[in-house]
């Protein structure tokens, strides 16, 4: 693959794991996050402290030319629409959407000094919850549903020379989600909810990333690719 890559939130989790599946066929890797959390030391892995929640972000540390981009920072905000408060849909907001501008904004100058040949690629991350509606997720639906409109307008915006697309995952084993993975039996009863028989894992989503990130899919772009197990289209 090669190029410089930057990553928002590589440092636990899915970030992590397309981290980790990049650094291979890699020539640089930058990330972006609040802690060091789980991510190795590795010469071609330089991170940056940053909380995509705040002002003035720097992100003059990154290669004059970046060849791809990914935005993982999200929430799980689950509650009745009624015990929400305007606050609530806010800092949702920040995270998922605001948040991505300002790294899209940071990263843009280097992702246009891309190549015609070598396309540079935009990866986002939605959620299930968009496409099919599900009880208790009203603030975080919405502002992922944000997220896939920003998605087909800067595809559409930035086309041709720079590529954007989003993955919608279902509920996925990370430590943002440890809560609904507590027990086995909770791991049990979530496995159950999906056609396939389980739930999902970061390395299912880092590798569509990257598939996403490579020349293999430098046809696609303003998609939303529904990585969930078969949880938005099949009933069983």
């Keep these: 693959m090669g190029g410089n890559f930057v990553i928002a939130g590589g440092s636990k989790g899915i970030g992590l794991e397309i981290v980790n599946q990049l650094v291979p066929s890699a ?30 972000l720097n992100f003059s540390d990154i290669p004059e030319v970046v ?7 999200g929430t799980i905000n689950l509650r009745s629409f009624r015990a929400l408060k305007p606050a609530d849909f806010r800092a949702d907001f920040e995270v998922n959407l605001v948040g991505a501008v300002k790294f899209l904004q940071g990263c843009l100058p280097s992702l246009k000094k891309g190549s015609m040949e070598k396309r540079a690629s935009v990866v986002m991350f939605s959620t299930v919850a968009v496409a099919q509606g599900l009880s208790m997720h009203a603030s975080v639906a919405a502002a992922k549903g944000a997220v896939e409109g920003l998605t ?64 293999d899919s430098s046809w696609m772009t303003g998609q939303v690719l529904a990585v969930d197990g078969g949880m938005s289209t099949l009933r069983k």
């Excluded at 640089?28 to 929640?53: C, N, P, W, Y």
Aim: aromatic content about 8%; charged content about 25%; hydrophobic content about 40%.
């Design 27 to 56: 020539d640089r890797i930058d990330v972006f996050s609040r802690s060091q959390g789980d991510l190795a030391d590795h010469e071609k892995v330089f991170r940056h402290d940053m909380d995509f929640t705040g002002t003035d």
């Design 67 to 73: 060849n791809g981009v990914v935005y993982c920072p």
């Design 152 to 215: 087909r307008s800067l595809a559409a915006e930035w086309a041709p020379k720079i590529r954007v697309n989003c993955i919608a995952p279902a509920l996925t084993d990370t430590p943002l989600a440890s809560r609904f993975f507590s027990s086995p039996e909770n791991r049990e009863a979530m496995a159950l909810k999906y056609p396939l028989g389980r739930t999902g894992v970061p390395a299912d989503l880092a590798s569509t990333a990257r598939f996403l990130l490579s020349s």
